[in-house]
């Protein structure tokens, strides 16, 4: 057979690399950043093989950069994910993640009797332990240790 | 958020727990004054409890304050499908404080955040419930005459038991020593007990209610039957931790016997003789404790 040997994502010239994100929670971030009601070009590679761990999941923005506000709340569910700026085909910023003290909006209160989950009011939760990622309902003051954090849709 | 509401206890400063113990004291030697002259309060209970509501209107009714409210939210505008938000804006157009208790958690902190004049939570659902909280503070402050340095012991559900926890939060300011006394369902949650080991208090988890010649304080809750899977084992535990009155011999002379009520046989009816039965003093402390945090809120002590 002939193979042709291609890289499998391609390089960016300008833009933001999400790389690092384990695969079972990279369609998690695509729809925590909102990624699917962006207007830039979007590459997103899964099931790629890690020389770290296991399998991940890259994805590549064309010519958008985030806030650190904005990217953090992907912390909760991918705190080992890296951080690429790219300009000129160049990393010129690598950023590790961190987890924000307060989460607004993307996490679910675990709590079916929790007034957030009642009433049309946004989430908030309280980051109490960035160690082992445990989060407190700002309404309900329900503690949410990390595998059991559910996701809004 | 309107910072002259009270939530949860955790809003209080020691200085501030404090403060209303010591306007509390003011209020029982004094009880009918006209601070809330001219003032309207709104109870809205959103769910039944007589007991509290019944405590708050007298506290607003002795200081001289008019009530607007309800007490049911079934013939209200809720039952049509009106949101939280838009009953409490409404309501803090009309009132200078609101009272509120509601079946979900979590309710009384929103509310805070959405209305215009300060809000007391009576309770919202399993979650706070602080003017029990500080109406405890008070009567234990009477009847010991301080609040440091002394020996609790809590019997009974202290897994879902709010009462418990706030409490246990509260005392955390005096250098108290606990005792929990519990069945293996219902013991104190892991969290509360870190909480005291991170703050350097004592505290020893026992399974039965024997021993209690050192208590200053037995803090009695009540067993629910809904909180076992197995009935038989409700029954068996339910008859662990009832008080009788000849437990009471050989404790201390300044013992006090706190429950906040309603009780079903966690306490003997012969104990209500005893003089270190307190539990009815203590919910007429009630009235007192929420005259202060009222008064408090409104800027007027």
Same mark, same amino acid.
């Given at each position: ?8 994502? @391609? ?103 929790? @007034? ?10 309280? @980051? ?26 | ?301």
């Amino acid at each position: 057979m002939n193979q042709k040997k291609e890289l499998v994502v @391609v390089a960016l010239e300008n833009g933001t690399v999400i790389d690092h994100i384990p695969s079972d929670k990279l369609f998690k971030v695509v729809s925590i950043l909102g990624l699917d009601k962006l207007d830039s070009q979007i590459t997103i590679g899964n099931n790629l093989s890690s020389k770290k761990s296991g399998l991940k999941g890259i994805i590549k923005i064309t010519d958008k950069y985030f806030e650190s506000s904005e990217i953090n709340r992907i912390a909760l569910i991918a705190p080992n994910a890296v951080l690429n700026v790219i300009k000129d085909y160049k990393v010129v910023e690598k950023q590790k993640l961190t987890l924000p003290d307060q989460v607004c909006g993307i996490i679910k209160c675990v709590n079916p009797k929790c @007034v957030t989950n009642n009433q049309p009011i946004e989430t908030k939760f309280h @980051v109490v332990d960035k160690e082992s990622i445990n989060v407190k309902c700002h309404y309900c003051e329900r503690m949410i240790e990390q595998e059991d954090i559910l996701f809004n849709s | 958020m309107n910072v002259k509401s009270l939530v949860s206890i955790t809003d209080y400063s020691k200085e501030k727990i404090l403060k209303i113990v010591e306007a509390a004291e003011r209020f029982e030697v004094n009880p009918n004054q006209d601070l809330l002259k001219n003032k309207v309060v709104a109870t809205l209970f959103f769910e039944p409890s007589t007991r509290t509501r019944l405590s708050f209107e007298t506290a607003i009714n002795r200081l001289g304050g008019r009530v607007i409210g309800f007490s049911d939210a079934s013939n209200t505008s809720t039952s049509k499908g009106e949101t939280l938000k838009d009953t409490i804006i409404m309501v803090s157009n009309y009132a200078d404080l609101i009272v509120m208790r509601h079946p979900l958690d979590g309710a009384a902190r929103y509310a805070s955040e959405v209305s215009n004049v300060p809000i007391i939570n009576a309770g919202d659902g399993a979650n706070q419930h602080p003017t029990q909280t500080m109406l405890d503070l008070y009567s234990i402050k009477k009847t010991q005459g301080t609040l440091e340095n002394l020996n609790i012991y809590m019997v009974g559900d202290l897994k879902y038991g709010r009462t418990v926890h706030s409490l246990l939060m509260a005392m955390s300011h005096f250098n108290p020593k606990f005792t929990f006394i519990a069945p293996d369902e219902l013991k104190m949650p892991e969290e509360y007990k870190r909480f005291c080991y991170e703050k350097g208090i004592e505290y020893r988890e026992m399974s039965e209610l024997n021993d209690i010649s050192e208590a200053d304080i037995l803090y009695m809750t009540r067993v629910q039957r809904e909180r076992f899977l197995d009935l038989v084992e409700y029954e068996k535990v339910k008859n662990v931790y009832t008080l009788k009155k000849n437990m009471l011999e050989g404790t201390k002379e300044n013992l006090r016997v706190l429950h906040p009520l309603p009780r079903v046989g966690e306490i003997a009816e012969d104990v209500d003789e005893s003089p270190k039965a307190y539990y009815f003093q203590q919910a007429k402390n009630g009235v007192y404790a929420r005259q202060a945090i009222i008064c408090d809120a409104l800027g007027l002590i």
